[in-house]
């Protein structure tokens, strides 16, 4: 199996929100390069459009969440891939647990 395509812009978006890059606008149009790639290789062939591992980017969505909560960068792509409640914690304290 081929390298997933959102590992490549892993390693620059880590770089970027670990260094304290506050250049959102880099970082909000390479996010949306990750998921268009995480898109389309989860659609490349019918085995993977069912594979529930592509229906949420976890990479990506890992890296969107260290750049808007640690590093302060606005987060502005939206994704069925990157689900806003996970990657904003809007649902913490919803329910009791």
Known sequence: MSRRPEFRFS????????LGCADGEKFNAALARGLELHREY???DEDRVED???????????IACLA???A?????VES??????????SWVGEYDA
């Open 11 to 18: 390693s620059w978006a880590i770089g970027a929100t670990g």
């Open 80 to 89: 069925e891939h990157l689900p806003e409640h996970l990657l904003l914690g």
């Open 42 to 44: 989860w659609a490349a």
């Open 72 to 76: 302060g960068l606005p987060v502005e």
């Open 52 to 62: 529930s591992n592509g229906f949420v980017s976890l990479p990506l969505l890992a």
């Open 68 to 70: 808007h909560h640690d």
